[in-house]
């Protein structure tokens, strides 16, 4: 099965456009991996090249979350796409048969304390969750 997952505050803490806090998500990932999931990296994050009066620069906060699962042995089959999917639509979205995201609807979240910082996801209900729908 294809999973999209998001990055900042799914798999990190939100500190954009730094990499956050691990809250978790590596052990889990990598276990899907192991059970044949493919992972397909869903995120706001891009690199660019910017120009400024200073000179030419890039920003590579998309190759900088690619490298966090490298860094972790979390092995992806894709980034913002599914390569499989061009044989029956042009559309943008990243088919896949699952999303998990911070931003979405019953995603299980960490309020953090104080309301200092943004909540994220918590990686230990979601395991127990995938673990009750049998992705695990």
């Known amino acids: 099965m294809e999973i999209c997952i998001d990055f900042d505050g799914t798999c990190v ?11 978790g998500a ?3 990932l990598q276990e899907l991996v192991a059970n044949g999931h493919q992972l397909i990296l869903f995120t706001m994050r891009s690199d660019r090249k910017v120009k400024s ?3 030419d620069y890039e920003e ?8 966090w699962f490298e ?14 999917q061009s044989a029956w639509t042009d559309s943008p ?6 999303y998990i995201d911070d931003a979405a609807l019953g995603c299980p979240l960490i309020y953090p304390e104080g309301n200092t910082e943004r ?7 979601i395991r127990a969750l995938l673990a009750e729908q049998k992705y695990l």
Do not use: C
Not at 13 to 23: D, K, L, Q, V
Not at 71 to 84: G, R, S, T, V, Y
């Open 13 to 23: 803490t939100h500190e954009y456009p730094e990499i956050g806090r691990s809250i």
């Open 26 to 28: 590596e052990s889990v």
């Open 53 to 55: 009066m200073f000179g």
């Open 60 to 67: 590579l906060f998309l190759t900088d979350a690619i490298n």
């Open 71 to 84: 860094k972790n042995n979390i092995p992806l089959f894709a980034i913002q796409k599914n390569p499989d």
């Open 93 to 98: 979205k990243a088919y896949a048969q699952l």
């Open 119 to 125: 909540p994220y996801a918590d990686w230990n209900k």
